[in-house]
């Protein structure tokens, strides 16, 4: 009866249906696919086990499924802040979490100053130099309100240039100290530029064209375009220098200059995992515990002036090692893993969008990645 079921159907089912079949691996292979052993020598299986048939002689389905994504995928924000975001990506391959971290870095626009006008410049730092330090400024301006420059074809508008002026004079005073420009110095200028654009005659026009103010846009009536840090060093003036410039930003990505990143840094590590092997009591559990510099370790006591060593901070633990070391015997009673499919993933912004935000544009670039993937394949 059961043969003629399936006669005409998937002769997998018919074997995955058999009473003899196991439905689950074994504990151990279940660990070295789940897991990274990480001995005291060096960490051992750390690739992940790709191919679909790995299993099929244990009658594990190790395939790629997207209902099974969805059902173990989960996001769970342990830290959010004005500037850092630290969340738990759980059910996830190690090739997409690297994917969310190359694109934070490379692919998701800011806005950073591209072009320098350099009016005058009497103090001792360099045009070049003043120039480099001005684009490595972070500019608090939303890129999803801007367009590329290229888009217009590098006409400067009020649609993909921000613009502005930093003019600042030490007075040529008898024991006058040296004073500090910093880049709360800039100032925005939502009419555009103020300059006169080469081979032009006064009142010809300016630098820019901007056919309407940008303070018109409701997005900048309460958070207008400014430096992130106010107190960035750019220069030092003494008596008697100066230094007058306009400043353009532009939109572009971190692929093309590093100053167009949006993240100072973005970085994941496995869910550290640390297991007790056998119980670690009295002098040995105070051993234990003073080994790691963490403070991984705490020590319980159950009554009798028995005391045990039980494991307190897992996620503080860095795998240093130290807690294994000293012999074979600390080796059979500590064990440190790290969850293959469990990323602890931090995002520290530079200040042009929220950490959380840099995310979700990440999410849909990747999605547009994949889509541009799947119609040229089409």
Same mark, same amino acid.
């Given at each position: 009866? $059961?043969?003629?079921?399936?006669?005409?159907?998937? +002769?997998?089912?018919?074997?995955?249906?058999?009473?003899?079949?196991?439905?689950?691996?074994?504990?151990?292979?279940?660990? /070295?696919?789940?897991?990274?052993?990480?001995?005291?020598?060096?960490?051992?299986?750390?690739?992940?086990?790709?191919?679909?048939?790995?299993?099929?002689?244990?009658? @594990?389905?190790?395939?790629?499924?997207?209902?099974?994504?969805?059902?173990?995928?989960?996001? $769970?924000?342990?830290?959010?802040?004005?500037?850092?975001? #630290? !969340? *738990?990506?759980?059910?996830?391959?190690?090739?997409?979490?690297?994917?969310?971290?190359?694109?934070?870095?490379?692919?998701?626009?800011?806005?950073?100053? =591209?072009?320098?006008?350099?009016?005058?410049?009497?103090?001792?730092?360099?045009?070049?130099?003043?120039?480099?330090?001005?684009?490595?400024?972070?500019?608090?301006?939303?890129?999803?309100?801007? =367009?590329?420059?290229?888009?217009?074809?590098?006409? %400067?508008?009020e649609k993909n240039t921000i613009v502005f002026k930093l003019?600042?004079?030490?007075?040529?005073?008898?024991?006058?100290?040296?004073?500090?420009?910093?880049?709360? $110095? /800039?100032?925005?200028?939502?009419?555009?530029?103020? /300059?006169?654009? =080469?081979?032009?005659?006064?009142?010809?026009?300016?630098?820019?064209?901007? &056919?309407?103010?940008?303070?018109?846009?409701?997005?900048? &009536?309460?958070?207008?375009?400014?430096?992130?840090?106010?107190?960035?060093?750019?220069? %030092?003036?003494? +008596?008697?220098? #100066?230094?007058?410039? =306009?400043?353009?930003? @532009?939109?572009?990505?971190?692929?093309?200059? +590093?100053?167009?990143?949006?993240?100072?840094?973005?970085?994941?590590?496995?869910?550290?995992?640390?297991?007790?092997?056998? *119980?670690?009591?009295?002098?040995?559990?105070?051993?234990?515990?003073?080994?790691?510099?963490?403070?991984?370790?705490?020590?319980?006591?159950?009554?009798?002036?028995?005391?045990?060593?039980?494991?307190?901070?897992?996620?503080?633990?860095?795998?240093?090692?130290?807690?294994?070391?000293?012999? %074979?015997?600390?080796?059979?009673?500590?064990?440190?893993?790290?969850?293959?499919?469990? !990323?602890?993933?931090?995002?520290?912004?530079?200040?042009?969008?929220?950490?959380?935000? /840099?995310?979700?544009?990440?999410?849909?670039?990747?999605?547009?990645?994949?889509?541009?993937?799947?119609?040229?394949?089409?």
């Amino acid at each position: 009866m $059961e043969e003629n079921k399936y006669k005409n159907g998937d +002769a997998l089912d018919y074997i995955m249906n058999l009473s003899s079949v196991p439905s689950k691996l074994p504990e151990k292979l279940e660990l /070295l696919r789940t897991r990274v052993l990480c001995n005291n020598d060096a960490p051992q299986h750390t690739d992940t086990i790709q191919y679909s048939g790995a299993y099929a002689a244990l009658g @594990v389905d190790n395939s790629l499924r997207l209902d099974n994504f969805c059902e173990n995928f989960k996001v $769970e924000v342990n830290k959010l802040t004005e500037e850092t975001i #630290e !969340f *738990d990506m759980i059910g996830i391959d190690p090739a997409l979490a690297n994917a969310f971290r190359r694109i934070l870095i490379a692919d998701v626009p800011t806005m950073a100053i =591209e072009r320098v006008y350099i009016a005058n410049n009497t103090s001792l730092i360099q045009d070049e130099v003043l120039a480099h330090r001005l684009g490595l400024v972070p500019i608090n301006a939303d890129p999803r309100l801007f =367009e590329y420059p290229e888009n217009a074809g590098d006409e %400067k508008n009020e649609k993909n240039t921000i613009v502005f002026k930093l003019h600042v004079r030490c007075p040529n005073k008898v024991g006058q100290p040296r004073i500090t420009v910093k880049s709360g $110095e /800039l100032k925005w200028l939502p009419n555009g530029s103020e /300059l006169l654009g =080469e081979n032009k005659k006064p009142n010809a026009g300016s630098q820019t064209s901007f &056919s309407c103010s940008q303070d018109s846009i409701p997005q900048f &009536s309460d958070n207008p375009p400014r430096p992130q840090y106010s107190d960035i060093i750019l220069a %030092k003036l003494g +008596a008697g220098q #100066e230094i007058e410039l =306009e400043v353009h930003a @532009v939109k572009g990505i971190g692929k093309t200059h +590093a100053k167009w990143s949006p993240v100072a840094t973005a970085w994941y590590r496995m869910l550290p995992e640390v297991v007790l092997l056998k *119980d670690v009591e009295d002098e040995l559990a105070e051993e234990l515990k003073n080994k790691c510099p963490q403070n991984v370790f705490d020590i319980e006591d159950f009554g009798y002036g028995k005391r045990r060593a039980t494991v307190k901070n897992p996620r503080d633990c860095t795998l240093c090692r130290e807690c294994i070391r000293g012999g %074979k015997d600390w080796e059979d009673r500590v064990a440190l893993r790290r969850v293959k499919d469990h !990323f602890i993933f931090t995002i520290e912004s530079t200040g042009a969008l929220p950490p959380e935000a /840099l995310f979700t544009e990440a999410v849909k670039i990747l999605e547009e990645k994949c889509e541009r993937v799947i119609t040229e394949l089409s």
